[in-house]
């Protein structure tokens, strides 16, 4: 079983689409990020939600908004793609806010968004 | 805001070597965590850790608090253990500040 899964796996879209990439955690987490990791491979930030709550919003653009229907699902939706955008977004889970608690945190495989 | 250095940025060994990856970070914290990256790009969490040391197969990381500095050591490498590793801390909101990553790369 797949215990943080993220669909699609590749995305390639045109500048100017609005895309959505979906995550899903079946470990029971109380809080789910997703990160992004450019071309350099450094992995930052981008939002945190805790029991369905937004906690962290790390200076992303208005064009991605995240949203948490249930604590086991956090999915991105991003408008007006642009070519900056193109990166690997991971999706992530732990328990605790802090993912002290547990065995830290469980990344899903990543989306590698590509935006021509 | 916690800045985090890992080094060396990249590293390659001859299968069987010891190896040792560094990661010191600016601000004090309570736990740290070791990942690793695969080829396929996959994260898996390695180690988290708050002080002493911590084993887990031919893996070993080890932190001191006091000095902000944290090690991860690889026994008797094998190319199979090539990968990215990458040290992170928790920020003032328990979000994840990443170092650089060590691109590790072992030889047959």
């Known amino acids: 079983d797949t215990a943080v899964s993220q669909t699609p796996k590749y995305l390639v879209t045109q500048m100017g689409n609005d895309k959505s990439i979906k995550c899903e955690q079946n470990?029971?987490?109380?809080?789910m990020y997703w990160y992004k990791q450019d071309s350099k491979k450094f992995l930052k930030i981008m939002f945190s939600?805790?029991?369905?709550?937004?906690?962290i919003n790390e200076t992303v653009p208005n064009r991605f908004s995240p949203k948490s229907p249930d604590k086991a699902h956090l999915n991105l939706h991003i408008n007006s793609l642009e070519l900056g955008d193109s990166a690997v977004y991971f999706c992530a889970s732990s328990q605790d806010l802090g993912g002290y608690t547990n065995y830290g945190y469980t990344f899903g495989s990543g989306t590698r968004l590509t935006v021509v | 805001k916690n800045e985090v250095e890992q080094s060396p940025q990249n590293l390659t060994a001859q299968e069987g070597e010891f190896i040792t990856i560094n990661c010191s970070y600016s601000v004090g914290i309570s736990a740290l965590h070791w990942l690793q990256q695969h080829p396929g790009g996959g994260i898996v969490s390695l180690f988290m850790?708050?002080?002493g040391k911590k084993k887990h197969g031919r893996l070993i990381a080890t932190i001191n608090i006091q000095e902000k500095h944290s090690s991860l050591h690889i026994t008797a490498s094998h190319p199979r253990d090539s990968a990215v590793y990458i040290c992170a801390v928790p920020g003032s909101a328990r979000q994840l500040t990443f170092g650089s990553g060590t691109q590790l790369t072992v030889l047959p």
């Open positions: 939600y805790n029991n369905k709550e937004l906690i």
């Open positions: 470990l029971g987490h109380d809080t």
């Open positions: 850790l708050s002080s």
